[in-house]
């Protein structure tokens, strides 16, 4: 698309009722702000099991701002957000959720801050919609973040943000099968500036962030941008070692000194528990790595286009 100011890319699961109301919502905004005709709305089918793919290239049809991409299998939403980012045109890019949550006339804010100059500009919820537990996930995940990619205090990474093209013409060299999209713009920037806005309740149904999926997000951030907990693991093993040099002096002393003394089953079954967990822990911990690094080797893919509302089956590409 030529003369394109912004691309919003947006993966789509389970939202197939709620896309047309999306669309509509967004394209006034657009109209307001005077982007009419200098955006493109990218829409990612994340193998959704509804219709949401059938809906999004009936809207193609009506809108000629749209353009869907449907993915042969599901494989999560960062790496679909990625599929979505080889095929932006725009000067700046939006990403957000396709549940309404994220309000569109936040875009002009988040569009406003980088003009002033910033690559990336995150959003703060000021009144979060979401359930107790997935608050608590937030929070644990926040401060992995910092702790991990030495992310900013007071960042919170929410998954509605804007950036500079040039910033996702970067993110897009990452070829790996365990997209983070977060880890990777703190590896390329810190130019990151943040704006308010009103969290948004749910437009239909539920939130399709499970604890399992939630999880599965901590372990690509742990494992893919960090070499933390391997290092962890290592300083886990030099303090058990110390720890157990310790002991072995002080059971010496208990025989010398107090003979009569029977030797603890509950303590020498308590140690040996504790241990072998630890250990199991850390083999854990290097065979992740590995897993994650066997992958890689062998170029298991991101993501595979199955088809777009622009191009026809014989020129589809995957990643």
């Not at 994340?46 to 869907?68: M, T, Y």
């Not at 604890?211 to 303090?239: H, N, Q």
Request: aromatic share 10%; net charge neutral.
């Amino acid at each position: 698309m030529s003369n394109c100011t912004l691309s919003i890319v947006i993966p789509v699961y389970r939202s197939a009722p709620i896309l047309p109301r999306l669309v509509e919502a967004i394209a006034d905004e657009m109209q307001k702000e005077d982007l009419s005709g200098r955006f493109e709305l990218i829409l990612v089918n994340d193998c959704s099991p509804d219709d949401s793919w059938q809906v999004i290239r009936k809207l193609a049809e009506n809108h000629d701002f749209i353009r869907g991409i449907t993915l042969r299998r599901n494989v999560g939403q960062h790496n679909a957000i990625m599929a979505g980012l080889h095929h932006v045109n725009g000067e700046y890019v939006v990403l957000m959720d396709d549940d309404l949550q994220h309000p569109p006339s936040a875009i002009a804010d988040i569009l406003k801050a980088l003009a002033d100059g910033h690559d990336v500009c995150y959003t703060n919820y000021l009144n979060r919609q979401h359930a107790a537990w997935k608050k608590l996930g937030s929070w644990f995940n926040d401060r992995m973040a910092t702790l991990l990619l030495g992310k900013p205090k007071g960042l919170y990474l929410s998954s509605f943000k804007g950036m500079h093209r040039e910033i996702a013409e970067e993110i897009v060299h990452y070829d790996g099968p365990y997209t983070y999209l977060d880890g990777l713009i703190l590896d390329v920037t810190r130019s990151i500036t943040t704006v308010d806005i009103e969290h948004q309740a749910r437009f239909e149904g539920e939130s399709n962030y499970t604890f399992t999926r939630l999880f599965s997000l901590w372990m690509k951030m742990a494992t893919s941008f960090s070499v933390f907990p391997l290092r962890l693991a290592t300083y886990a093993g030099f303090g058990l070692a110390a720890l157990s040099l310790v002991m072995i002096v002080v059971v010496i002393v208990q025989k010398i000194m107090f003979p009569e003394l029977p030797r603890g089953w509950a303590s020498t079954i308590a140690t040996i528990l504790f241990i072998g967990g630890i250990q199991t822990l850390c083999i854990g911990l290097v065979g992740e790595y590995l897993g994650r690094t066997y992958l890689k080797l062998n170029r298991k893919r991101q993501f595979v286009i199955g088809s777009t509302t622009w191009q026809k089956r014989g020129e589809i590409s995957a990643k």
